[in-house]
């Protein structure tokens, strides 16, 4: 069966950086685009980031744009994200998600159970 | 965000509730599909609706959805204890880059 296991998360300084690590099974990882989604505490989700099948194409939320780095390795089967100059709103439950497209707009079919990250001195 | 939901909403059990989400023309109105997810406490949220009407199999058709104009709306009918969750609506904005947005999301209440 599918499986999204993230890892890497807890408590750092702001200003420092943090990688999260999503390993993933049972399907074909190479084939689907993957993304990042987080929830602050008690909050809504947000979304983070997605990456291509490839790794050929990023995109980010706006808001993230030149402190959060996605990327794959498809060799090991696992989705990263690289977050640098972190900040307090930075601390969230991060989600890795798989992305499937059935119809235009991707859609998360399958989700880690979150790592959680806290960003405080 | 740009999509906005009702904080909460509340039923009896096999009662109908419907949850709204509310968007713009870049994002619902600009014909850009809707999906849902349902978030149970302390949990990883779980793809109930697909493509604005379809359902994952394995979700009850007690679940359905709607699309008309800016906004969707997720139906639950015949409500069950289990189904009190936080659901949120999700689709794609074109006012920013590569941008998946999601609703402010609804607590669903069973009396």
């Known amino acids: 069966q599918v499986q999204l296991v993230e890892s890497g998360g807890g408590v750092v300084q702001p200003g420092r950086s943090l990688r999260l690590s999503c390993a993933t099974s049972g399907f074909s990882f190479s084939t689907h685009a993957m993304h990042w989604v987080r929830q602050a505490p008690g909050k809504g989700l947000e979304w983070v980031a997605i990456?291509?099948?490839?790794?050929?194409?990023?995109f980010y939320a706006d808001s993230l744009k030149g402190r959060f780095t996605i990327s794959r390795d498809n060799s090991k089967n696992t989705l990263h994200l690289q977050m640098d100059s972190l900040r307090p709103e930075d601390t969230a439950v991060y989600f890795c998600?798989?992305?499937?497209?059935?119809?235009?707009?991707?859609?998360?079919?399958?989700w880690g159970q979150g790592t959680l990250v806290t960003v405080s001195s | 965000s740009v999509l906005t939901q009702p904080p909460s909403v509340s039923g009896a059990p096999g009662q109908r509730v419907t949850i709204s989400c509310t968007g713009s023309s870049s994002n619902i109105g600009a014909g850009y599909d809707v999906h849902w997810y349902q978030q149970l406490p302390g949990a990883a949220p779980k793809l109930l609706i697909y493509g604005n009407i379809n359902r994952p199999s394995g979700v009850p058709d007690r679940f359905s959805g709607s699309k008309s104009g800016t906004s969707a709306s997720l139906a639950i009918t015949g409500l069950q204890a289990e189904d009190e969750a936080d659901y949120y609506c999700?689709?794609?904005?074109?006012?920013?880059?590569?941008?998946?947005?999601f609703g402010t999301g609804t607590k669903v209440i069973v009396l």
């Open positions: 990456i291509s099948y490839d790794g050929g194409n990023e």
């Open positions: 999700q689709s794609y904005d074109s006012s920013q880059t590569g941008s998946y947005v």
């Open positions: 998600a798989r992305s499937w497209e059935p119809v235009v707009v991707p859609v998360f079919d399958y």
